[in-house]
């Protein structure tokens, strides 16, 4: 099963104001030593090449930075040359020279800027590029990333902890109080949980009710395009994540499928391709998985008005509870067919003539 990876997109440092970028390189700077002395002269202009001005006290002896913040999309060699050339306008030039830009920079520029500052009588020279600056941010000032580009890294880990806590007693309780595990022991029959594995469950029928629902147990009218608050639904089985439910139990779905394999479900009982011979008409069933996550709780033997259980879930993912919605075949147990996933990949929607 091909599964979407999910990344973190690079920060946009070049998003920021000039000033802006100025003030976290500011933040970052002030938070790498105990200076004995920094001042921040970007914003005032005329700064002859030092936006950041720093005295750091090591071994008694007093070692000066100038800080150079540049929030460049690309930089080259005439750019680097001018940043020390303009720095060199000081009296005196610094014992360290610290040149942090919003870009990449190559490595041939890099030992450029470090071999021409040396040559101009700069003897340590540092560069900070986007690459470092992400890296930094990401690692040790999480804080930073919310003040200037509103990204809460800690809420995530937190919010990730509890779900993953939540899922793993969640799935616990599903395991224990939702499969009939006194009739599977009876049976003892494994190929009919093969063939037909929603038989595991204490019920076939089940009650979806979102934790925002108050209209239970009225029926109202719901929005176009929106699914109802609380429905009655089928177990299928269960998966690494959650709990898979049949949502066209009662009528089924029909499925048309070319020579290559390329497929696409129908809704219309009426559609004419279901009789071109070109199509193979597949018998399937739409199936819907809600992750243990988005269970918020269950009772096991329903209410006043049913019997079945209720789970309480989250329709946070497009107003539903679904992670995702894919199709199968409808196998037959009695023959020992088993029911067979359609491939995602080749799920398409054919020309109607």
């Not at 060199?88 to 990449?104: A, E, G, R």
């Not at 259980?309 to 020992?336: A, Q, T």
Request: overall charge neutral; some cysteine.
């Amino acid at each position: 099963m091909t599964r979407t990876t999910r990344t973190t997109n690079r920060l946009h440092f070049s998003d920021l104001d000039p000033l802006r970028f100025e003030d976290l390189c500011l933040n970052l700077v002030t938070r790498l030593d105990n200076w004995r002395e920094i001042n921040h002269f970007g914003r005032k202009g005329s700064d002859g090449g030092v936006d950041i001005f720093a005295i750091r006290r090591e071994n008694d002896i007093d070692q000066i930075w100038f800080i150079q913040c540049k929030r460049y999309l690309k930089i080259s060699k005439a750019d680097l040359t001018e940043i020390v050339d303009k720095v060199l306008t000081n009296p005196s030039p610094p014992d360290k020279l610290l040149v942090i830009v919003s870009c990449d920079v190559s490595r041939t520029l890099f030992q450029y800027l470090k071999d021409y500052s040396k040559k101009q009588g700069i003897s340590e020279t540092e560069l900070w590029t986007a690459s470092t600056l992400e890296a930094k941010l990401y690692k040790d000032y999480n804080d930073l990333l919310f003040v200037y580009f509103g990204l809460r890294i800690e809420n995530k880990v937190k919010d990730n902890v509890a779900r993953i806590k939540h899922s793993l007693r969640m799935e616990k309780r599903v395991l224990k109080e939702l499969i009939d595990h006194k009739y599977i022991k009876e049976t003892n029959d494994f190929k009919l949980f093969l063939y037909n594995p929603s038989a595991r469950f204490i019920s076939s029928k089940v009650y979806v009710r979102s934790v925002d629902d108050t209209t239970y147990p009225n029926c109202e009218e719901t929005p176009s395009g929106q699914i109802s608050p609380w429905f009655r639904t089928f177990f299928y089985n269960t998966y690494h994540n959650g709990l898979e439910f049949c949502l066209d139990a009662g009528m089924g779905t029909i499925v048309i499928m070319d020579t290559n394999g390329n497929w696409e479900p129908i809704t219309d009982y009426y559609d004419k391709r279901k009789k071109d011979p070109k199509y193979r008409v597949i018998r399937a069933k739409e199936i819907g998985r809600i992750p243990y996550y988005n269970i918020v709780d269950f009772k096991t033997d329903g209410d006043e008005y049913t019997s079945e259980p209720h789970l309480f879930c989250k329709f946070y993912n497009d107003g539903m509870p679904y992670e995702e919605i894919y199709y199968k075949s409808n196998g037959d147990p009695k023959r020992e067919i088993a029911d067979w996933e359609f491939d995602r990949e080749k799920r398409t929607t054919f020309l109607k003539e």
